[in-house]
């Protein structure tokens, strides 16, 4: 079984900074993509930053310029430094793997059990 883990979350004031982290353990050949999405209170689910494995990025647009996506993959870790928070960051925030079992098995989707992210006026 894969298990993802986050960590970092919590209350901060507009325009301050926070850092999450997503480390992956269990038993798996790889890690594709690695990725963070968010859930504010009455609205769905959305992507908030993407990593692939060789470190190429998207971002959706409401971030960009504010938060940055990196990932370790010795660690199977991926992290989101948010800066610049805003009030309508304030949602729960979920990591997310692509995970290879094997070298020829389809990848599978994991989910964390996510992190709340408050941010004060």
């Known amino acids: 079984q894969v298990q993802l883990v986050e960590s970092g979350g919590g209350l901060v004031q507009a325009g301050g900074s926070l850092r999450l982290s997503c480390a992956a353990s269990?038993?798996?050949?790889?890690?594709?993509?690695m990725g963070w999405y968010r859930q504010a209170p009455g609205k769905q689910r959305e992507l908030v930053a993407r990593?692939?494995?060789?470190?190429?990025?998207n971002y959706v647009d409401s971030v960009k310029g504010r938060f940055t996506i990196s990932r370790d993959n010795a660690k199977n870790t991926v992290y989101l430094q948010m800066d610049s928070l805003k009030p309508e960051d304030t949602a729960v925030y979920y990591c997310?793997?692509?995970?290879?079992?094997?070298?020829?098995?389809?990848?599978?989707?994991?989910w964390g059990q996510g992190t709340l992210v408050t941010v004060s006026e």
């Open positions: 997310n793997a692509l995970v290879l079992k094997s070298w020829q098995s389809s990848q599978f989707e994991y």
């Open positions: 990593i692939s494995r060789v470190a190429s990025t």
């Open positions: 269990g038993a798996f050949f790889a890690i594709n993509d």
